[in-house]
């Protein structure tokens, strides 16, 4: 009797330890007070449907949002779509689904939330793969994610992930519940990370019916294809043909500014075995500067107005007050070039025969026509093929042109058909030419020579002494070489080794001014003057 008392008193001990031990269990597993947590069943239909129930607890008081995308990247531009349908929500909160994304807000107490996944289910092999993303896009930090699944079939293997997106942290715990269903759990998903979890079962079980399509937005837009390859290709044939081109159009000016050059022989004998100065080519002072730099610049115009001087159609003399006069000597004829006409008719308009460099300061002077006119002459000349500047303009122009529809194409392209690259690869050729049209206007193989024979003029200017011109020759040849030494930067050395005083077209008597302080001041101030009227740049040309 007692014995049969013991095995009752024991069983029941036995039976409330077990009851204590699992309810402790129980109470181990379940979510922290105050945090959020959820529980989600999944069930496959037959028809490759999945059917979610999610159970999810907040704290009063608190309202959270969870936003899960519907566009996945599937690796090689490909992306996999879902589709949430019928979703509603059982308590306090609201759902809203788009194309991109199925968003979820919840208020505090506990709310179940019923959707179902489209495209869930996609072929793997010789093998069935469903996948979901059972918890993610949270602003919150979930205590508890406690998953379930079940399938027509029992499935084959389960895969959990967990963490940051793109991890591949598995989940605190998963596994196939006993062959007939699947378990898995994670403790403490930070906010914004996920649980994805991938099941496998047998082919045939229900019909997969994931969508895989091309990768859509910009990053698809501008996705490297064949045929925005090939137009990468394109542009670095054209760029690598353009480089390769002024390579050899720039080279041959490159050879005549790195060559050995002496000093070029400009002082010839005229008939009357006189010592003249001539210049190479036929080369006049204003020309020079325009084939050095490419630019009509104002110190062009200078010497232009000083060799005219020297050739007796006009004469500077200085005045008091630290000015000077230009008049008109020689009427104009035909032996001068368009250009110096130009001039001629800038400083002094038709009626006037002389003008001070002082009343020039408050005159609009037009100096286009002796702009447009130079280069004219430099291209006449076959220095140039076309004018310098037209030139720099029309690439200038065509390249933003072509940039600004190469940007064009790109945002249409990006929002249409895609190879949006292909219109960037334009805008960029584009924005190459606008930035190399400086580059353009390259001088013909003639000009390239007399690029070289200015240098042997410069050599001249610095190395001839007055011993090597006979002295009743020493006035002229200083005088027209002199407009020369004044666009190629010389001025000072050329007037210190000369010490001219008494000049036939320059007068300085009666004012008691020393000529090598008085020049550099008139050249100074028309300079000046010149350069307040624009068109022109103020800067002297560099010595080549």
């Known amino acids: 009797m007692l014995k049969n008392w013991g095995a009752a008193i024991f069983v029941a001990v036995a039976l409330t330890s077990v009851t204590s031990f699992g309810t402790a269990a129980g109470a181990l597993a379940q979510p922290l007070p105050g945090t959020v947590s959820t529980e989600v069943r999944m069930k496959l239909e037959r028809d490759a449907r999945l059917s979610v129930t999610e159970t999810v607890q907040v704290p009063d008081g608190k309202t959270v949002k969870r936003t899960v995308p519907l566009r996945l990247a599937a690796g090689n531009d490909l992306e996999r779509q879902y589709q949430v349908t019928d979703a509603k929500v059982e308590g306090k909160g609201s759902t809203s689904t788009d194309d991109d994304s199925f968003s979820v807000t919840l208020e505090g107490g506990q709310s179940t939330l019923t959707y179902t996944v489209v495209g869930a289910v996609a072929p793997v092999g010789d093998a069935l793969e469903v996948r979901w993303q059972v918890a993610g896009g949270w602003d919150t930090e979930l205590d508890k994610v406690a998953v379930s699944f079940s399938a027509p079939d029992s499935p084959t293997s389960v895969n959990c992930l967990a963490g940051p997106v793109g991890s591949s942290q598995p989940c605190t715990s998963a596994d196939l519940a006993d062959g ?191 702009r447009d006119r130079l280069y004219a002459d430099v291209v006449e000349k076959r220095w140039f093929v076309r004018r310098p500047d037209a030139e720099r303009n029309l690439f200038w122009w065509a390249g933003i042109v072509i940039a600004v529809l190469g940007v064009a194409a790109t945002v249409v392209l990006a929002l249409t058909i895609g ?126």
């Not at 690029?451 to 027209?480: C, I, M, N, Q």
């Not at 050249?523 to 022109?536: R, T």
Request: aromatic content about 6%.
């Open 180 to 370: 007939k269903g699947v378990r898995a759990q994670e403790i403490k998903l930070g906010a914004g990370e996920r649980v994805d979890v991938a099941i496998g079962l047998s082919a045939g079980v229900v019909p997969p019916n994931a969508v895989v399509v091309e990768q859509s937005g910009l990053a698809a837009a501008f996705a490297l294809t064949p045929a925005s390859g090939a137009a990468l290709g394109g542009l670095l044939v054209l760029l690598l043909g353009g480089v390769a081109l002024l390579w050899y159009l720039r080279g041959r000016d490159a050879a005549a500014l790195a060559s050995e050059v002496g000093a070029v022989s400009v002082l010839v004998r005229d008939q009357d075995d006189r010592v003249a100065f001539a210049s190479p080519d036929g080369v006049l002072p204003g020309q020079v500067g325009t084939v050095v730099d490419e630019h009509v610049d104002v110190v062009d115009v200078t010497a232009t107005v000083i060799d005219l001087a020297v050739r007796n159609y006009l004469w500077i003399t200085e005045t008091d007050n630290h000015d000077w006069q230009i008049v008109r000597r020689n009427p104009l004829d035909d032996s001068l070039s368009g250009y110096e006409k130009a001039v001629c008719e800038a400083l002094l308009p038709q009626g006037a025969d002389a003008v001070s460099v002082s009343s020039l300061r408050g005159r609009q002077i037009d100096l286009a026509q002796v």
């Open 419 to 544: 190879n949006a690259l292909f219109g960037l690869v334009v805008a960029a050729g584009g924005v190459a030419l606008a930035f190399g049209a400086r580059s353009m206007p390259a001088r013909t193989k003639r000009g390239s020579e007399l690029l070289e024979h200015v240098r042997g003029l410069r050599g001249y200017l610095a190395g001839v002494t007055p011993d090597d011109v006979p002295e009743a020759d020493r006035e002229l040849v200083f005088s027209r070489s002199l407009p020369y030494a004044v666009v190629l930067g010389e001025t000072e050395r050329w007037i210190g080794t000369f010490g001219q005083q008494d000049l036939y077209w320059y007068g300085n008597s009666g004012t008691g001014s020393d000529f090598r302080r008085s020049f550099p001041a008139f050249l100074g101030a028309l300079d000046g003057v010149l350069a307040q009227a624009g068109h022109l740049r103020s800067l002297r040309t560099p010595n080549p």
